[in-house]
């Protein structure tokens, strides 16, 4: 008899399973939900209970396979690891013997490599603490968007107190903390988002908000000393009519591509070839995902300085209805898979 993972009744010869989104060949059809067996922790991990997780472009690119992708990571022709999922928020079930912090029973918030699944294994360096005001929900939207933001601003960008700060794609998931957070750092911001996302980014606590939609951001005729380039739309000449001689642009992200592009890579390497010579900055940078910087977004959410935008929930079951609402790129801050 195979019994659930949910199964008090268990026994320890018994395969334990639980229901997890696998991906076995590059298309969104292919996401299918399928009880396999529950992972099998090695020493330095946590074994999570899965509440809520999010939809982040890792995934989206993960699935979907553009060349960029298969290059890079090697597989040309199907996923190297089926499982899918980053972000998420749960209860520790178990832990590996190394785990020095975390107890059966602490809520948690961070990232896995198979986040969309009833239980995930996550490295102790890579969870921390859920604030006890804070839902599962809203947890699970943060941690690659918000420390997107974060180091994007703080670490790339250099932000100082007082600057001007452009964040151009201020609705999505990385842009709408990056405009709560910079003004957490000290930033006056301008965030350029569409006419319907107005509203909310003024409630985040923008500065000034440019609707692209009825007016050319790049011709506001005031200077930024730093912009986090979300959208990913514009040239590198575009932009300077809206920088300072010695401003700093960092590149986060770009429009979705059709499958068959190479995507944000192109506009990456484009805006830093156009900058060469130059006296302005363009970096461009991956997230890296510190216990420290969690800690600080935890701290942030608990106090009620940053708080998550989410747009829309979906089941487990699905996750590729998900991915292809992410993928239309209109969604407004994050996109929430309860589990």
Known sequence: MVVTAMDPERTTDQRITMKAIVCERYSLDALELREVERPTLKEHQVLVRVHASSVNPVEWYGVTGPLFVRLLGRALRAPKDPSVGADLAGRVEAVGKDVTELRPGDEVFGTSGASWAEYA?????????????????????????ALTALQALRDRGGVQPGQKVLINGASGGVGTYAVQLAKVLGADV???????????????GADRVVDYTKEDFTRIGERHDLMIDIAGIRSFKELGRVLTAEATVVVVGAKFPSNKGIGPLSHMIGMRLASVGRSRTVKSFMAKIEQEDLRLVAKLLEAGQLRSVIDRRFELSEAADALRYLGEGHARGKVIITV
């Open 121 to 145: 294994p996550a490295r102790e360096a890579r969870l921390a603490r859920k604030p006890a005001n804070v839902s599962f929900e809203e947890a699970a939207a943060a941690p690659i968007a």
């Open 190 to 204: 301008t965030a350029v988002c569409s006419t319907g996302n107005v509203d909310a980014a003024r409630s985040l």
